[in-house]
C-alpha cells in the first residue's frame, strides 16, 4: 500500500499575517534612518581611507 504525500496549505490568517508582516517592514525600511556604511572596492575604501585599517588594502593572492 502507498501512502501518499500530504502538503498542508497555510490558512487564510496564516497568509495574511504574512503578508502583514512584510508590508510592515517594508514601511520601516522607507521611513527609518538607516546609518551610512563603508564601502570598499577592490580593497579600498572609498571617500578617505582609515590609517588603522590600512592592511586590508593589501592583496593576498
Known amino acids: 500500500?502507498?501512502?501518499?504525500?500530504v502538503?498542508?496549505?497555510p490558512s487564510r490568517h496564516e497568509r495574511r499575517?504574512?503578508?502583514a508582516l512584510?508590508?510592515?517592514a517594508r514601511r520601516r525600511l522607507e521611513?527609518?534612518?538607516?546609518?551610512g556604511g563603508r564601502v570598499w572596492i577592490?580593497?579600498?575604501e572609498v571617500d578617505g581611507t582609515k590609517?588603522?585599517?590600512?592592511?586590508?588594502?593589501?592583496s593576498h593572492d
Open 1 to 5: 500500500m502507498e501512502s501518499s504525500t
Open 7 to 9: 502538503t498542508r496549505m
Open 17 to 19: 499575517r504574512a503578508i
Open 22 to 24: 512584510t508590508m510592515a
Open 31 to 35: 521611513t527609518e534612518l538607516r546609518p
Open 42 to 44: 577592490n580593497g579600498r
Open 51 to 58: 590609517p588603522a585599517l590600512r592592511h586590508l588594502a593589501r
